[in-house]
């Protein structure tokens, strides 16, 4: 069943061990965007974009230019990775740019939230559930890449004790 997933770039496809830069500033790591292909391909969700670098994305994607957007770009063409949308929100309001972008889209599906920050808006929102919160010195792991899978198929983690194994297929 196809879903969303709300994607943060700062601390989900970048962490300390990061080598790539971007004017300085940590870039993006080639491992996270396979890992996140991966999700998207295990679930076929949609990728909408919330971080602050949407905006650069965007500016590439009208044919701009922006050193930023073109790395986003250039990461998620090596992987297949293709962005569906951006929400619009007003910075520290990024529940609140999840919850008007599934309105705008009319379906009930099911999504999840990758990002490294709970923002003071995700509880009020209902998004606390959905939430997959990589550790900022990290990015993501491939244990947050499998919590997102499941919520977005609406597994449960099992009958306590059961093992799972279905996840290496």
Do not use: Y
Request: hydrophobic content about 40%; aromatic content about 8%.
């Amino acid at each position: 069943m196809a879903g969303f997933l709300f994607l943060d770039v700062d601390g989900v496809l970048n962490g300390r061990h990061t080598r790539d830069r971007v004017l300085g500033c940590p870039g993006i790591s080639d491992r996270k965007v396979r890992l996140l292909s991966w999700i998207l391909q295990r679930t076929g969700a949609r990728l909408v974009l919330t971080s602050s670098w949407k905006d650069q994305w965007e500016t590439v994607a009208r044919g701009g230019r922006d050193p930023f957007g073109e790395r986003l770009q250039e990461a998620f063409s090596s992987a297949s990775v293709r962005v569906f949308g951006v929400t619009r929100d007003a910075g520290r309001d990024r529940g609140t740019g999840i919850r008007a972008f599934l309105k705008e889209q009319g379906e009930a599906a099911p999504f999840a939230v990758l990002d490294d920050t709970v923002f003071p808006d995700f509880a009020a929102q209902g998004i606390l559930p959905h939430l997959v919160r990589t550790k900022s010195s990290l990015g993501l792991t491939f244990w947050d890449a499998l919590r997102a899978v499941r919520i977005l198929t609406r597994e449960e983690a099992g009958a306590a004790g059961q093992r799972r194994t279905d996840w290496k297929s």
